[in-house]
């Protein structure tokens, strides 16, 4: 019987300047394009100005045996967020041919160290399809709620457990 090997898994933050960055901005528009926009050049600058400034917030890449292969935000403010609580995980994304490999795990991980190694208790995100996924990483449901009319779980971790 032949061994598969396992894919190494690594994450990093995005510096000003990478090479990576549109690659993320790419990735970004075909998930969330609804809430992003369609402008390419525009969603550059913004990742750009994103990570010009770490203190507070941070864009992380997964590479999967040195491969791109997702994304995951920690911010200070969501997209026009209802709750005033800080800081927020936003726009994990695993490129398709790279998931059900732990990827999303990782970078959600990775992303609540950020958090913690900036002293937050807790970290919150909005979803509505992905809670499930969520709660088996250790998520909790914060509150139903209503975001901009659509139904919407507010959801946390707590990052002291
Ligand atoms: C959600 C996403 C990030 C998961 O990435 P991934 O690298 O495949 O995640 P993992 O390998 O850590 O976990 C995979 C498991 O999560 C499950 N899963 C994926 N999406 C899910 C969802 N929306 N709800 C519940 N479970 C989900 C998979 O079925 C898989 O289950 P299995 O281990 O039993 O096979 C990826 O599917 C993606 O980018 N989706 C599009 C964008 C998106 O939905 N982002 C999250 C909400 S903002």
Same mark, same amino acid.
Do not use: A
């Given at each position: 019987m032949l061994a598969t090997a396992m894919a190494s898994i690594e994450t990093w933050a995005l510096r000003p300047g990478a090479p990576e960055i549109a690659l993320c901005a790419k990735w970004r528009l075909e998930a969330f394009g609804d809430v992003l926009g369609d402008s390419l050049e525009d969603e550059i600058k913004r990742l750009e100005d994103f990570v010009a400034d770490g203190a507070q917030q941070v864009a992380l890449v997964a590479s999967c045996d040195g491969i791109p292969a997702g994304t995951c935000l920690l911010a200070p403010?969501?997209?026009? #967020?209802?709750? #005033?609580?800080?800081?927020w995980l936003a726009g994990l994304f695993v490129a398709p041919d790279y998931r059900r490999q732990g990827i999303g795990r990782a970078l959600v991980r990775a992303t609540e160290e950020q958090a913690r190694q900036r002293g937050n208790k807790h970290i919150y995100l909005y979803s509505d399809d992905a809670v499930a996924y969520y709660e088996k990483l250790s998520w909790r449901i914060a509150e139903q709620t209503i975001w901009h009319g659509f139904p919407m779980a507010l959801i946390a971790r707590d990052l002291r457990a």
């Open positions: 403010q969501e997209l026009t #967020p209802c709750h #005033p609580v800080s800081p």
